[in-house]
């Protein structure tokens, strides 16, 4: 039986880092839930890319790569090469909305595309295409 695997967005890691953060508790106790379980933790490169952007400019260089070479490092990094790309793009432009992000859609492409159903993240966007928040 394969383990279970869960989807890790950019508004879990911020969470993670930032004390400050209201989801900071909350994402703090599913991460030591996930890591107990042996559960397969997943992001994608543009994850890491926005997260290490957001964290950088927010909480500054030391976090970054503090996260980088601590959380990062335990979690499956899944690249999206042209074909996950250019399926995004074509997501992204046919929901056109403002505040869905090209990152959003590559995620729901990449879980789609891995049989990834449950999400460890904040983002309502993942819940409004069918998929599962993690909660325990």
């Given at each position: 039986?394969?383990?279970?695997?869960?989807?890790?967005d950019t508004s879990a890691f911020y969470a993670l880092m930032d004390?400050?953060?209201?989801?900071?508790?909350?994402?703090?106790?599913?991460?030591?839930?996930?890591?107990?379980?042996?559960?397969?933790?997943?992001?994608?490169?543009?994850?890491?890319?926005?997260?290490?952007?957001?964290?950088?400019?927010?909480?500054?260089?030391?976090?970054?790569?503090?996260?980088?070479?601590?959380?990062?490092?335990?979690?499956?990094?899944?690249?999206?090469n042209k074909i996950i790309h250019k399926t995004a793009y074509d997501?992204?432009?046919s929901f056109g909305r403002r505040k869905l992000s090209l990152v959003?859609?590559?995620?729901?492409?990449?879980?789609?595309?891995?049989?990834?159903?449950?999400?460890?993240?904040?983002?309502?966007?993942?819940?409004?295409?069918?998929?599962?928040?993690?909660?325990?």
């Amino acid at each position: 039986m394969s383990k279970e695997k869960v989807f890790i967005d950019t508004s879990a890691f911020y969470a993670l880092m930032d004390r400050a953060d209201i989801c900071h508790a909350r994402a703090k106790k599913l991460w030591h839930i996930l890591l107990n379980n042996g559960t397969s933790v997943v992001t994608s490169n543009y994850i890491s890319i926005k997260t290490m952007a957001l964290l950088q400019n927010r909480l500054g260089f030391e976090a970054a790569n503090l996260w980088y070479s601590d959380i990062l490092g335990i979690v499956k990094v899944i690249w999206a090469n042209k074909i996950i790309h250019k399926t995004a793009y074509d997501l992204w432009v046919s929901f056109g909305r403002r505040k869905l992000s090209l990152v959003d859609c590559t995620s729901f492409v990449i879980m789609n595309k891995y049989k990834i159903s449950k999400i460890f993240g904040f983002d309502k966007h993942f819940i409004e295409q069918g998929f599962i928040q993690h909660d325990s």
